[in-house]
Nanobody
Framework: QVQLVESGGGLVQPGGSLRLSCAASGTIFSMFDINVMGWYRQAPGKQRELVASIMRSGVINYVDSVKGRFTISRDNRKTTVYLQMNSLKPEDTAVYYC??????????WGKGALVTVSS
């Protein structure tokens, strides 16, 4: 089993910044055990969408709406992934979920972190 614990959500004004963290534990011993880690978000009344992902190889992908504003990174020793969010907009308001796909293709999800961008 794999557990994902997210932290760093909260309320921020438009133009502000937040940093989300997702720590993986359980049957994950190194980044070698992981195919990809990423962040998804789901706004009220909308479908969950992929925001950013980082593959074991280091290849990174972003949804167009966050390019230039969000940065995904990882700490290989801690099997932790981060999402630095700058220049936040009200439309970034959502619950952000950490996702991990383990080698073998099994997906795991965190419980979510609420990000609210409002003045």
């Amino acid at each position: 089993q794999v557990q994902l614990v997210e932290s760093g959500g909260g309320l921020v004004q438009p133009g502000g910044s937040l940093r989300l963290s997702c720590a993986a534990s359980g049957t994950i011993f190194s980044m070698f055990d992981i195919n990809v880690m990423g962040w998804y978000r789901q706004a009220p009344g909308k479908q969950r969408e992929l925001v950013a992902s980082i593959m074991r190889s280091g290849v990174i992908n972003y949804v167009d709406s966050v390019k230039g504003r969000f940065t995904i990174s990882r700490d290989n020793r801690k099997t932790t992934v981060y999402l630095q969010m700058n220049s936040l907009k009200p439309e970034d308001t959502a619950v952000y979920y950490c996702n991990l796909q383990k080698r073998g293709g099994v997906d795991y999800w965190g419980k979510g972190a609420l990000v609210t961008v409002s003045s």
